[in-house]
Structure formats: C-alpha cells, structure tokens
C-alpha cells in the first residue's frame, strides 16, 4: 500500500507561482510513476503531467504549454510539480497518484489515463485570482 500526501496548493493571483509537493510512504517510491490530476467541480479529473520511476521521462497535458514542470526525488519520496504563469481557469483541487504498473509501448498515452494509477492523495486546492 503507497500513502500520498499532497501540500503547497494555496491562493495566488494571476501571473504567480505555486509549487505542489506530494509526499509518499509505505512502499519504495523511486518503482512508482508519479502523476498529477486536477479535478474542477462537475468535470472529470484531467491529466496534468506524469514523471516515469527513473525521472527520465516526462509527460504534460496540451494546455499546460510549458507552465509546467514535474519532478521527483526519490531520495525524499517526494514528487513536485512546480506551476508558473497561473491563470484563474487553474483553479481546481489537484490531486497526486501513483503506479508501478509500466506499458509496453505507449507510455504518454496510458500515463495520462488515470485508470492507470492505483493510488490517489486526498487533493489540494489552487486557486488563482484575477
């Protein structure tokens, strides 16, 4: 069983900056892809970006247009996604997940499902204001 834990979210204006942590325990956190969600009220949870085990591969959703940046330590058990350039229609609650399950081929595709991941943080909210 993995524990996610996400924090940083917060109130920011327009143009700022936040950065999300998601801290993990119960199993070795450097197996587990990291993804990070966003979920707005009445809509689906959409996919904002992924970082594969090693770091080494990384994947964004379209509209995050380089505003973006994923990371990870596994030192820490800790992935981040650092957000720049915010914009109000970024308010939403975000949420961090795991899995340690890995396509054979297609890897942006099914990182950026979220059937793909096994589990979920309780969520944090950003809200950006005009």
């Known amino acids: 069983q993995v524990q996610l834990v996400e924090s940083g979210g917060g109130l920011v204006q327009t143009g700022g900056s936040l950065r999300l942590s998601c801290a993990t325990s119960?199993?070795?956190?450097?197996?587990?892809?990291m993804g990070w969600f966003r979920q707005a009220p009445g809509k689906e949870r959409e996919f904002v970006s992924a970082?594969?085990?090693?770091?080494?591969?990384?994947y964004y959703a379209d509209y995050v247009m380089g505003r973006l940046a994923i990371s990870r330590d596994n030192a820490n058990n800790t992935a981040y996604l650092q957000m720049n350039s915010l914009k109000p229609e970024d308010t939403t609650v975000y949420y961090c997940?795991?899995?340690?399950?890995?396509?054979?081929?297609?890897?942006?595709?099914?990182?950026?499902?979220?059937?793909?991941?096994?589990?979920w943080g309780q969520g944090t909210q950003v809200t950006v204001s005009s």
């Open positions: 997940a795991a899995t340690h399950r890995a396509p054979l081929w297609n890897s942006e595709t099914y990182y950026s499902n979220r059937g793909s991941y096994d589990y």
């Open positions: 119960g199993r070795t956190f450097s197996g587990y892809t």
């Open positions: 970082v594969v085990w090693g770091g080494s591969s990384t």
